[in-house]
């Protein structure tokens, strides 16, 4: 796909006022997206390496969430070799809830049934059933799993 014609998608699924068709274009763009998936208003995914995301089923991307795989330079860090670091894999697994504004930076792995608190910057992997908050993120609260009970 050309790169005026993915730019043009990706600003059709950040405008789209349907959530299901936000899904549909983001897929078309190149993001590996699940079943049942919400994808917010004015969700923002890495617009050069769409093919590095991968949001598993029924996750919940809530209104201004950013989604990056790769970290670029400006032109004076790229001419002179300053700073550069190729594209990673972010993966957000199955039931995840990515709250209002959250960032997810490149090579981050949101584990299973994981929350991420709005506003919050994650730079690091999320453990599997776990609340995360604050720039960075860092833990604040296990999850209980799904069918585990209080004295489990």
């Known amino acids: 796909m050309g790169k005026l014609f993915g730019r043009l998608l990706r600003i059709l ?3 789209a006022p349907v959530y299901q068709f936000r899904s549909s274009v983001y897929r078309k763009c190149g993001v590996k997206i ?4 919400y994808i917010g208003f004015l969700v923002m ?3 050069e390496f769409p093919e590095y995301i991968e949001i598993g089923d029924e996750a919940s991307i809530g209104p201004g969430v950013s989604i990056m795989a790769h970290s670029s330079a400006s ?6 070799k300053i700073y550069h670091e190729g594209p990673k ?11 209002a504004g959250s960032i997810i930076l490149p090579g981050v792995t ?19 059933y776990t609340m995360v908050a604050g ?16 004295n489990s």
């Not at 894999?89 to 709250?99: C, S």
């Open 13 to 15: 699924a950040w405008l």
């Open 34 to 37: 699940g079943k049942n998936v």
């Open 135 to 150: 720039n960075p993120a860092r833990a604040i609260k296990k999850l209980k799993k799904p069918g585990e009970t209080e």
């Open 89 to 99: 894999k972010v993966t957000i697994k199955r039931g995840v809830w990515l709250a």
């Open 110 to 128: 949101i584990g299973e049934g994981a929350i991420v608190a709005a506003g919050s910057v994650v730079s690091r992997d999320v453990p599997p």
């Open 75 to 80: 032109p004076f860090h790229q001419r002179f």
């Open 45 to 47: 995914m890495d617009g």
